[in-house]
């Protein structure tokens, strides 16, 4: 069965550092979305994706977000300057449209220090 | 805006006992909803959907869940849990109708099997 895939599934960053994390969506699918989950909270949305542009992002999608789909496969989420509180779990999600089942991927466990 | 209210933080129960996790919803219209899944380092496993129709949804590993519109609900049911059913269960609602693709999700029920 298709599944999302999601690197590295652990990162560790200094503050103020960059990160990039990836995922793989899956093949066929067309709408693409970041998740948060910071430890014991819920699960937040931070942006969608479609046709190569945002469609919609909250406010936690601030300027020091960025995501891209750089080639066919790859869709990645880049934190510019990392804050002690982005530390979260990130999961990627991908649909084939807009109505269907937002699937997930097994999520990105970022510690910023 | 939508939001969701899983008003358990944690339940217990003993194997083979049946299982029911709330979830209450607020939104405008009708909404689509869902149930994940997620045990301990894995990522959300989607377990059942509602999008229209018949309200009483089959999903997967046994579990259930009923629309009711009149009391804004989608609760989940399972008739007897099993040990491996252990997980923290996340209720969600999408807003597609109203052009948003987000989905806003409940904080979450963790669920504990006793032997």
């Known amino acids: 069965e298709p599944e999302v895939t999601q690197t590295p599934s652990h990162q560790v960053t200094q503050m103020g550092q960059e990160v990039i994390l990836r995922c793989v969506p899956i093949s066929n699918h067309l709408y693409f979305y970041w998740y948060r989950q910071i430890l014991g909270q819920k699960v937040e949305f931070l942006v969608s994706f479609y046709n190569n542009e945002i469609s919609e992002k909250s406010e936690i999608f601030d300027d020091q977000f960025s995501v891209e789909r750089p080639d066919g496969s790859n869709f990645t989420l880049k934190i510019r300057s990392t804050k002690l509180e982005d530390s979260a779990m990130y999961f990627c999600a991908s649909s084939s449209s807009l109505q269907e089942t937002q699937y997930f991927g097994p999520g990105t466990r970022l510690l910023v220090l | 805006a939508q939001s969701v209210t899983q008003p358990d933080i944690h339940i217990t129960v003993s194997e083979g006992a049946s299982l029911e996790l709330r979830c209450n919803y607020s939104?405008?219209?009708?909404?689509?909803l869902f149930w994940y899944v997620q045990s301990p380092g894995q990522g959300l496993q989607l377990l059942l959907k509602y999008f229209s129709g018949d309200t009483l949804v089959q999903g997967i590993k046994g579990f259930e869940a009923e629309f009711k519109r009149s009391q804004s609900s989608f609760n989940l049911r399972k008739p007897s849990v099993h040990w491996s059913d252990a997980a923290e269960y996340f209720c969600?609602?999408?807003?597609?109708?109203?052009?948003?693709?987000?989905?806003?999700f409940g904080k979450g029920t963790k669920l504990t099997v006793n032997p």
């Open positions: 969600a609602v999408g807003a597609h109708l109203s052009g948003s693709e987000k989905l806003v």
């Open positions: 939104y405008g219209a009708t909404p689509y």
